[in-house]
């Protein structure tokens, strides 16, 4: 591949929340096949950045484009079908039914698509086995573990071929080792088939395993690490947003250091 054309393009991105700046003049490009970590401390715009670009926020100004699409031009009828049929999402937790199995949790994003139950069951079952899951088609959501859990999301992202899968803190909430798996889950799942992977995290041994890792800082995208909270003046209030968590280790620090 010598070429390749962006799958989802965002150009000149704004969004407020009355005094707040959530987005601030955002451009970004993404291509098939990549997975793309977006980082920044709470509160810089990630949530923000990533429901625009998925078509579930609207944007102040600026343009989303998908596959040839102007996803902000569209009725919210449209960008619902859209959400639906194109993307797939993995949050840190909530988007799972917990009244459901597994099995019922993943054929339902195809029964939304109008797919008979028997041939999304059929299909949630290859999926969920797919990524080890066999045997707890089963269980409802809360039988499951954290990590289980994730997948059975991961599952129900792909199970309808979506080409983007949007995730938001998707192993937020899971141990190193298990957020490591859920990780090369996700990664296998999406852009390991030629799918794409767009991903909003805190954790920089999650942003590594991405093929490009970009920063928000105050509502602005860039490719460029902010500079480290520790080099801020000390107890200085007007420091303003901290990037790393202050407390413990400060992991792949080289990654911080490492960055062009
Ligand atoms: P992050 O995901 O990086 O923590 P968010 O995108 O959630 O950041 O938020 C960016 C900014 O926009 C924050 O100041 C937040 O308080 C504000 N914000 C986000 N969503 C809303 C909302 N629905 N109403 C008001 N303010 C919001
Ligand atoms: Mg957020």
């Known amino acids: 591949m010598t070429t390749s054309t962006a799958i989802l393009g965002a150009r000149s991105l704004a969004k407020r929340?009355?005094?707040?700046?959530?987005?601030?003049?955002?451009?970004?490009?993404?291509?098939?096949?990549?997975?793309?970590?977006?980082?920044?401390?709470?509160?810089?715009?990630?949530?923000?950045?990533?429901?625009t670009l998925a078509g579930i926020t609207a944007p102040d100004s600026g343009t989303v484009n998908y596959a040839g699409t102007d996803v902000t031009a569209l009725n919210e009828t449209q960008r619902s079908k859209?959400?639906?049929?194109?993307?797939?999402?993995?949050?840190?937790?909530?988007?799972?039914?917990?009244?459901?199995?597994?099995?019922?949790?993943?054929?339902?994003?195809?029964?939304l698509n109008g797919v008979s139950r028997r041939d999304a069951e059929g299909q949630a079952a290859a999926w969920l086995a797919h990524l080890g899951l066999a045997g707890m088609e089963s269980r409802r959501i809360g039988e499951l573990s954290g990590g289980q859990a994730q997948r059975v999301a991961i599952a129900r992202a792909?199970?309808?071929?979506?080409?983007?899968?949007?995730?938001?803190?998707?192993?937020?909430?899971?141990?190193?080792?298990?957020?490591?798996?859920?990780?090369?889950?996700?990664?296998?799942?999406?852009?390991?088939?030629?799918?794409?992977?767009?991903?909003?995290t805190h954790d920089p041994t999650v942003a590594a395993r991405c093929s490009r890792t970009l920063y928000m800082h105050d509502g602005v995208l860039s490719p460029?690490?902010?500079?480290?909270?520790?080099?801020?003046?000390?107890?200085?209030?007007?420091a303003g947003t901290t990037f790393l968590p202050q407390a413990g280790p400060a992991p792949q620090e080289q990654n911080w250091a490492g960055r062009p």
């Open 17 to 51: 929340y009355g005094a707040g700046i959530a987005l601030n003049n955002v451009d970004l490009d993404v291509f098939p096949g990549e997975s793309v970590a977006i980082m920044g401390a709470s509160g810089s715009g990630k949530t923000t950045l990533l429901h």
């Open 158 to 200: 792909q199970v309808t071929g979506a080409r983007i899968v949007f995730a938001d803190e998707p192993t937020g909430a899971l141990d190193s080792h298990t957020s490591a798996d859920v990780m090369g889950a996700l990664l296998d799942a999406t852009a390991g088939r030629g799918h794409t992977l767009v991903l909003v």
């Open 82 to 111: 859209l959400r639906r049929e194109s993307f797939g999402f993995v949050f840190q937790s909530g988007l799972l039914v917990p009244e459901l199995t597994a099995i019922e949790n993943v054929a339902l994003a195809l029964m």
């Open 224 to 238: 460029v690490a902010p500079a480290r909270p520790a080099l801020a003046p000390q107890g200085n209030p007007a």
